[in-house]
């Protein structure tokens, strides 16, 4: 227990922080370009939505504005990676995956040992009897949900294949590429709207060209927002207790899909 690092203490050592503040300055200082990129007068996303104006009988370049600042918003993390040179985009998510797959180990390692000692709190004392701890087991109940969760999630990071240049881009599009979908665009389309801000934005991949975008990215991107959906909707049943009240479980269920949004981003 002395040597490992607390949660608070792991993140002064590898420092998250800087790359989310990073990711943060980023999409600010290139909000306008990324709009521009979408908006421009040849853009696919366009024609999608004023076809759609057009098919309610209505138009409004306001409604285009709307479009384009939610197609935005769905690449903040993607704009970070589209400024960085490869070996730099492996190493942000070289470095998070290490931050955050570590975190999730020491997590572990702390709540087993609790479970470990049923006596915490309410230690035996010879031959005399000794009553149930009801706040105890309640703690033991909450923590053995959260150790369930823990090691799920310890599967996902064990099981994930090496990072590499792409890694932060299939982790972040994935939402954007659904929304597109969403939107009935094309598969033609989707991948000449990136191509687009791929060159808009100077990427550095040689190799993107139409056929690589769809299965080195968007096929993976898809294949990782989908899996990440599929986890949270399983994080119900995870923390289903007859022991613990539903407000409890709610508090539970909340914070553990906060928990796995935020580390399934790198």
């Known amino acids: ?14 420092k998250p922080d800087e790359i989310l503040d990073s990711i943060d300055q980023s999409y600010q200082k290139n909000l306008d370009k990324l709009r521009s990129s979408l908006g421009q007068p040849n853009s696919p996303l366009l024609k999608y939505e004023r076809d759609l104006q057009i098919s309610l009988l209505e138009t409004s370049p306001q409604r285009d504005d709307e479009l ?29 995956r290490s931050y955050h797959s570590e975190l999730v180990q020491n997590q572990l390692v702390r709540i087993n040992l609790l479970l470990e000692d049923a006596e915490i709190g309410s230690p035996k004392h010879g031959r005399d009897p000794t009553p149930k701890h009801k706040g105890m087991n309640l703690v033991r109940e909450i923590l053995t949900r959260i150790k369930k ?20 881009l299939q982790n972040s599009m994935g939402e954007f590429f659904v929304a597109l979908k969403n939107l009935s665009m094309t598969q033609k389309d989707q991948i000449t709207l990136v191509q687009q801000l791929f060159d808009d934005f100077n990427v550095d991949w040689d190799e993107g060209d139409r056929e690589n975008i769809r299965v080195s990215l968007q096929q993976s991107a898809l294949a990782n927002y989908e899996k990440t959906q599929r986890d949270i909707r399983q994080i119900p049943s995870t923390f289903f207790s007859k022991s613990l009240s539903e407000e409890l479980v709610t508090d539970l269920v909340d914070h553990a899909r906060i928990m796995k949004k935020r580390l399934r981003r790198f």
Not at 1 to 14: D, F, H, I
Not at 157 to 166: F, H, K, P
């Open 149 to 168: 969760d823990l090691e799920i999630e310890k599967g996902h990071w064990d099981n994930l294949s090496r990072a590499g240049y792409l890694t932060g």
């Open 1 to 14: 227990m002395r040597n490992l690092p607390t949660t608070k203490g792991l993140r002064k050592k590898v």
């Open 68 to 96: 384009i600042d939610n197609m935005a918003s769905k690449l903040k993390d993607t704009v970070y990676y589209l400024s960085l040179p490869k070996k730099e985009r492996t190493l942000v998510t070289q470095r998070m």
